[in-house]
């Protein structure tokens, strides 16, 4: 197995992945900063890692895609004037895609990265329009440009939570800490504002715990490929 370095958005995404790989294995929760992101991509390359793995939840752009399915990113992309495109290890991607046949749906597409949550169904609609990615993340970015400053290999695993047609509450926002901890009472608080809110976010959370199982399932059958 190559000494990976892992990367997710939330520690309850390293909760439901960590089980699965070698205590080799590095992990970090970047908290939706791609900056973040890359610094912990840079220091899992020092330290020895012979992989990076941008992996964890995203929103799912495509209208195709439903929660709990896997993308396998192609390539990696940022839009605006400016853009940036990455592609992943083509051998890895491949070989991932077919361990989990049987397991979770899989596609393999591009990625797109942004800075900024991505929350409205609208501001969706555009962003797949503007890029064709099918999902969105705020980490994968910056691991694929730590990946291409160190010359190590890098692949994202991303599994749908929020689906294309929903928005995501604005009281669900509050919830993620910079260090990639869940804040509930943030929640709550801002929940107590925003009471209409209410039935969006039972079905954000119903979404988010059948993704995280998703995500417990990915990890396995990739653990088992990456040996």
């Known amino acids: 197995m190559p000494r990976l370095g892992l990367i997710a958005g939330l520690k309850t995404e390293i909760d439901a992945i960590e089980g699965a790989f070698s205590p080799r294995s590095q992990f970090f929760a970047a908290g939706g900063?791609?900056?973040?992101?890359a610094d912990a991509?840079?220091?899992?390359?020092?330290?020895?890692a012979e992989l990076l793995v941008s992996i964890g939840l995203a929103g799912g752009l495509d209208p195709a895609l439903r929660t709990g399915d896997l993308v396998i990113a192609s390539t990696l992309v940022t839009p605006g004037e400016i853009p940036y495109r990455a592609e992943t290890a083509r051998d890895?991607?491949?070989?991932?895609?077919?361990?989990?046949?049987?397991e979770v749906r899989c596609v393999i597409a591009p990625i797109v990265g942004s800075d900024t949550a991505i929350v409205?169904?609208?501001?969706?609609?555009?962003?797949?329009?503007a890029t064709q990615a099918v999902a969105v993340d705020m980490e994968s970015h910056g691991v694929a440009r730590a990946a291409a400053e160190?010359?190590?290999?890098?692949?994202?695993?991303?599994?749908?939570?929020?689906?294309?047609?929903?928005a995501v509450p604005w009281s669900a926002m509050a919830g993620m800490a910079p260090d990639g901890s869940v804040r509930p009472a943030a929640v709550i608080f801002r929940l107590l504002l925003r009471l209409w809110e209410v039935p969006a976010l039972i079905r954000l959370a119903r979404d988010s715990r059948q993704a995280h199982a998703a995500l417990g399932r990915v990890a396995l059958r990739s653990?088992?490929?990456?040996r």
């Open 33 to 37: 900063g791609a900056g973040r992101a």
């Open 41 to 48: 991509a840079r220091r899992m390359a020092r330290d020895g």
């Open 92 to 102: 890895w991607r491949e070989k991932l895609a077919d361990a989990m046949r049987g």
């Open 120 to 129: 409205s169904a609208h501001a969706k609609a555009e962003l797949f329009r």
């Open 150 to 166: 160190t010359g190590v290999p890098f692949i994202a695993l991303r599994v749908v939570a929020d689906e294309a047609h929903r």
């Open 223 to 226: 653990a088992a490929v990456l």
